[in-house]
């Protein structure tokens, strides 16, 4: 099976602009959470969706946004950039009510 | 989600086993522990995890002790490639607040030694 894919890779942005990233989970998997990592804040929760609901959320600014789609994949957007947003963006989808995660590599996006 | 309690770093000889610990003394009855590692550059990647009886897959050995408060990650023949940051996480299975979502700590970085 093909493992869980995030596109762009790399991503770099100018402040105030938005930028929307994209996830396509294992094949089967209707489970995809959303996790930003930056070196002070260490991994954190964005936020997760199921069956294209939101079903749980972090503790994120409206920025933050998210969707997914019928086929499973997901999207992730964040609107007016600031420099704090620089971070590498990871996703995990997993099967059914399962916390066993499978990540992708993750976007890694620089805000300038 | 209980809080877990890590060692920052350790490190290990290649070739031997590798007992990474974890304290959870506020771990509720039906929370369980996950471990995941993460290697620099990549996403994280799950490992093992359990509820109350200990488990053993291809990659590890999770001991629980019996009161739940504490556990361990063996890996029991350690290789350069395993040198990573180990996250242990506890966390109820699914439903609620619980839904896909993950609270990582700040972990141990594991440094395996030639």
């Given at each position: 099976k093909?493992g869980?894919?995030q596109?762009?890779?790399?991503?770099?942005?100018?402040?105030g602009q938005?930028?929307t990233?994209?996830?396509?989970?294992?094949?089967?998997?209707?489970?995809v959470?959303?996790?930003?990592?930056t070196?002070?804040?260490?991994?954190?929760f964005?936020f997760?969706?199921f069956s294209?609901?939101?079903r749980?959320k972090?503790?994120?600014?409206g920025?933050?946004?998210?969707r997914?789609?019928?086929?499973s994949?997901?999207?992730?957007n964040v609107?007016?950039?600031?420099?704090?947003?620089s971070a590498l963006y990871?996703?995990?989808s997993?099967a059914?009510d399962?916390?066993?995660?499978f990540?992708?590599?993750?976007t890694?996006l620089?805000?300038? | 989600?209980?809080?877990t309690?890590?060692?920052?770093s350790?490190?290990c000889a290649?070739g031997?086993a590798?007992?990474?610990?974890?304290?959870?003394?506020?771990?509720?009855g039906n929370?369980y522990v996950?471990w995941y590692?993460?290697?620099?550059?990549?996403?994280p990647?799950?490992?093992?995890?359990?509820?109350?009886?200990?488990e053993?897959?291809?990659?590890?050995?999770?001991i629980?002790?019996e009161?739940?408060?504490s556990?361990t990650?063996?890996?029991p023949?350690a290789t350069l490639?395993d040198?990573?940051v180990y996250?242990?996480?506890?966390t109820?299975?699914?439903?609620?607040?619980s839904?896909g979502?993950l609270t990582?700590?700040?972990?141990?970085?594991l440094t395996?030694h030639p």
């Open positions: 093909a869980v894919t596109t762009p890779r790399y991503l770099i942005k100018t402040r938005q930028v990233l994209s996830c396509s989970p294992i094949s089967g998997h209707r489970s959470s959303w996790y930003q990592q070196p002070g804040q260490g991994l954190q964005l997760e969706y294209e609901t939101q749980n972090g503790n994120f600014p920025r933050f946004s998210g997914q789609f019928s086929n994949r997901s999207e992730m609107s007016t950039l600031e420099l704090g947003d990871l996703c995990a997993s059914w399962s916390n066993e995660q990540f992708g590599p993750g890694r620089t805000v300038l | 989600d209980a809080k309690t890590q060692p920052p350790m490190d290649e031997r590798a007992n990474l610990p974890c304290n959870h003394s506020t771990i509720s929370e996950y590692r993460q290697i620099h550059s990549q996403g990647q799950y490992i093992i995890h359990g509820l109350k009886n200990n053993t897959n291809e990659m590890a050995s999770l629980i002790t009161d739940r408060k556990s990650l063996i890996l023949h490639r040198t990573a996250y242990c996480i506890v109820f299975n699914a439903g609620g607040t839904y979502k990582f700590g700040q972990g141990t970085i395996v």
